[in-house]
């Protein structure tokens, strides 16, 4: 795992779309594996405006989304569905028939794992994951103690999940209290994982996931066995980091990351 620290929020948001972008700009045809919340807003505009003003081309992009609320049709304006297309997808020229997310209002849960997962394989699987990480230390809806082996499937929401996330509803009751998620092994066999965290808030939970022993109670940390992670976040997030100085040494010195300093 490499650790990248920006000065702000801002500039670790431009540094991670500019390596989607060069990523894209490389391989046209790459598929992507896209998170939600937050902190992928400032993202999803970024890559807008990089379609928008330098022409990034997603016309032949693939995607798969890493979660789906269940109960939840795509229309919903709770929808994970619903957020991607506002906030990245109709901003784009990607075609919406090479964007995909579980189906919330799937009638067997079981079998909805089961042909996610078998469409992210037809795909020939994820290029690129993108990831937040959760105040517990969740990727996806990856909640704490979920084996580090899981795949696509439903998983209840812990109460510290639901107190997050319930507010952005506008009834917080209409939060459902379960969700499609890929597994954290669905998540490691991404062939390059790209974690994006800013705040303060996330300060803890982040120095654990990098720096602390791995455990299913953090998610998370199951990317210490991931053979190309990149976790970029600001000055905020990094506060508690104990290898600041080495991460900040490597991104100053290595060659790989020259065009990004």
Same mark, same amino acid.
């Given at each position: 795992m490499e650790v990248i620290i920006r000065p702000t /929020?801002? @500039?670790?948001?431009?540094?991670?779309?500019?390596?989607?972008?060069?990523?894209?700009?490389?391989?046209?045809?790459?598929?992507?594996?896209?998170?939600?919340?937050?902190t992928m807003e400032a993202l999803y505009g970024e890559l807008s405006r990089m379609h928008r003003e330098e022409g990034l081309d997603f016309s032949l992009a693939k995607t798969f989304n890493l979660d789906e609320y269940i109960g939840l049709p795509a229309e919903n304006v709770n929808s994970y569905r619903y957020y991607m297309n506002r906030h990245l997808f109709n901003n784009i020229n990607i075609d919406k028939r090479n964007t995909n997310l579980p189906n919330g209002m799937a009638a067997d849960d079981k079998a909805e794992g089961a042909r996610y997962e078998e469409a992210i394989?037809?795909?020939?699987?994820?290029d690129i994951q993108l990831l937040g990480i959760g105040?517990?230390?969740?990727?996806?809806?990856?909640e704490p103690l979920s084996s580090l082996a899981s795949r696509t499937r439903a998983k209840a929401l812990t109460p510290e999940t639901y107190e997050q996330n319930s507010p952005l509803f506008d009834n917080p009751a209409d939060m459902p209290k379960r969700a499609f998620t890929m597994?954290?092994?669905?998540?490691?066999?991404?062939?390059?994982?790209?974690?994006?965290?800013?705040?303060?808030?996330?300060?803890?939970?982040?120095?654990? /996931?990098?720096?602390?022993?791995?455990? @299913?109670?953090? @998610?998370?940390?199951?990317?210490?066995?991931?053979?190309?992670v990149v976790a970029i976040c600001d000055e905020a997030a990094a506060k508690l980091l104990t290898g600041r100085g080495y991460y900040d040494f490597i991104f100053q010195n290595e060659p790989e990351w020259e065009p990004y300093r």
């Amino acid at each position: 795992m490499e650790v990248i620290i920006r000065p702000t /929020a801002e @500039s670790a948001v431009k540094l991670t779309a500019r390596l989607i972008a060069d990523a894209m700009n490389a391989k046209p045809t790459t598929t992507l594996g896209l998170a939600t919340g937050r902190t992928m807003e400032a993202l999803y505009g970024e890559l807008s405006r990089m379609h928008r003003e330098e022409g990034l081309d997603f016309s032949l992009a693939k995607t798969f989304n890493l979660d789906e609320y269940i109960g939840l049709p795509a229309e919903n304006v709770n929808s994970y569905r619903y957020y991607m297309n506002r906030h990245l997808f109709n901003n784009i020229n990607i075609d919406k028939r090479n964007t995909n997310l579980p189906n919330g209002m799937a009638a067997d849960d079981k079998a909805e794992g089961a042909r996610y997962e078998e469409a992210i394989l037809h795909a020939g699987g994820i290029d690129i994951q993108l990831l937040g990480i959760g105040r517990d230390g969740h990727i996806g809806f990856n909640e704490p103690l979920s084996s580090l082996a899981s795949r696509t499937r439903a998983k209840a929401l812990t109460p510290e999940t639901y107190e997050q996330n319930s507010p952005l509803f506008d009834n917080p009751a209409d939060m459902p209290k379960r969700a499609f998620t890929m597994g954290v092994g669905t998540i490691m066999d991404a062939r390059r994982v790209l974690m994006l965290v800013t705040g303060a808030e996330k300060a803890e939970i982040f120095a654990k /996931a990098v720096e602390g022993p791995v455990t @299913s109670m953090i @998610s998370a940390t199951a990317l210490q066995y991931h053979q190309n992670v990149v976790a970029i976040c600001d000055e905020a997030a990094a506060k508690l980091l104990t290898g600041r100085g080495y991460y900040d040494f490597i991104f100053q010195n290595e060659p790989e990351w020259e065009p990004y300093r």
